[in-house]
């Protein structure tokens, strides 16, 4: 539908005659055909008459005619003709003075005047008046007069009219706006009830209207366009359109771009039948969260899978590859999203910036990973926790050029090391081990643990990162056979970092490069090489060392060891799948196959394996035959159990 810009709302009464129109066909022999008769109405020529502009009648349109309260028919809406007109046929006369109730859209459940529906969408698109309901006063046909009248529409809705600007964040692309209501208002969208035979034709006020029927607290619009530099700038762009129950109301007001989230709150705000009210939106007043810091198509992941959880108890389902298909090297699903901060004015010199999570900027993020821009007036700063308040200092060779702070939000903490470049062994697919929710409602300290692929062709810079600020002294490397320089796959077994080596029995040293070679699941089972993997790796974590935990891919024996981890911390079955799935997001290491929940097609889908291991144990909960497993198959003492615990949990809440 086009699109006019609106400014002001005008609501339309009309009472209107119009021509009618009889036909009677010659009866073919032997056959009886029913009469017809056709009535025929102009329509104005828009479906909503907002002041001089509009939103216009298309050829597809349909508009419910009620006649006389008995039955309904749609009635195509004629645009070759002019004026427009509407046109309708049955198979009795409708005599003059027969009162005619007329409403859009047409909705052919609609069989009985009295229980005529009308619908606000809780989802609505693209900037038009689609989504709303409109009545047309009543009218009486007036029969072979000659006479052309119009029928008119009345809004029965509330339009929002959306103008989105912002001093600091223009330029950035709008893709939702969703308006809230607080718990306990009436529904402001939905399926409402309208009794047409209830309107006085005299009083366009008087819309029998009965929202009863609505069902959803929230009405979200889909539309794209561009953040505008200031007000007068967003009026001048096209007005982006909302549709709403009529009703007062206090909620919110989301705002998602490109970005960033933004929200606002509003208290007792009226929103008129038949009314436009604009809301001036400046983004520099609003809270705003970055958007979730997991790439677009992970973070849909995670929400999706939030939002529709695993079933433990069957392992046919996957919903990965709906997500994750996309992933290739220039689609880089395996890093994280910026948080971008921007300053005045370009600035020469040192840059550099600090990321705390206090406002007296005494708890720093050492791991905020800085990349300034070229005319250094921006930076992104990566490897932040998510869903945190944080604040900021940006400086110039030290002197301040800026300070604010912003919000996080996501699921993961997906890391970037040091701009790591595409490919074999370059540490992709890393992630924080930390933020797992357990089943006590406590969740997995952040900077302890991370996985992810071999290292093996890491710049000293990056190794430097690694090392220095994630603070990596234990490289556990699952890699079988070593050898003193890297392959060229990363199969092989390589100290990247430089570590010292650590004696593979002695599970008394937990500094260094591990020696441990895992080729089989038999190798992931063995109790004296995977038990003195957890318990080199329970003691190092107990002890404040940073560890890194990889394979080649680090997906399947690294999924194997991280499972372990996970389950005896308390996290759920489910989302111990879900971080599984994570690293088919990766496809740095050449063609990584999908890594999906139960499949066992191939023999390195380890995973899976540990899974079953881990329920074929004695125990009420998934936690319980994690622990049993871990210390009476694999031997580790079950101390290790609880100090592990003790260091990697969040206190609870």
Known sequence: MKKYQVRTLMALLAISTLLFSCTVKEPEPQVIEQQRYEYRFSIAETKAFLNDDGVFWEADDQVGLFIGGGGSAAADVDVTTTPKTIVFSTGQPVSPGTMV???YPFQAGNADVSAAKITIPAVQYGGSLSAMPMAGIPFSVSQGNGNSGTVHFLNLGSIIDFRI??????GEQIESVTLA??????AISGEATLDLTAVNPADGSSLALNWSGGVASSVKLVQSGTVAANKDAAVAAGSMYMVVAPGTYSGTITIVTDGATYTFNFTDKEFEANGLKGFNMNLDNATRIPLALESVKMAEYLDYTDENPYDPDDYSISYVSQFSSTVS???RLDMPRPVTLTWASSQTGNMSVEVYYDAARTQAEPMAYAVFS?????????????????????TADGTTVGSGDFYTSGHRRIINVAGSQYGNAYANNCRDFGGLETTDGRRIKYGKIFRGTNMDRTTQAQQDYIKQVMGVELDVDLRSNQVQTPSSDGSKMFNALGLGQIPVKDTTVYRGHTQETYSSISDLTNKSKMGATLTRILSAASNDIGIYIHCKVGADRTGFVCLMLEAILGVRQELCDVDYELTSFCAATGTIPLRERGNTSQTYYYYPLGIDRINQRPGATFQEKAIDYVVNVLGVPAVKISEFQNCMLEPAQ
């Open 165 to 170: 600007y912002s001093s600091k964040y223009s």
């Open 374 to 394: 070229t005319t250094a007036n921006s930076v992104d700063v990566y490897n932040l926790i998510p869903n945190r308040h944080c604040y900021y200092t940006i």
């Open 101 to 103: 109730y007329a409403y």
């Open 181 to 186: 209501v607080s718990a306990g208002a009436n």
């Open 329 to 331: 090297s220039t689609n």
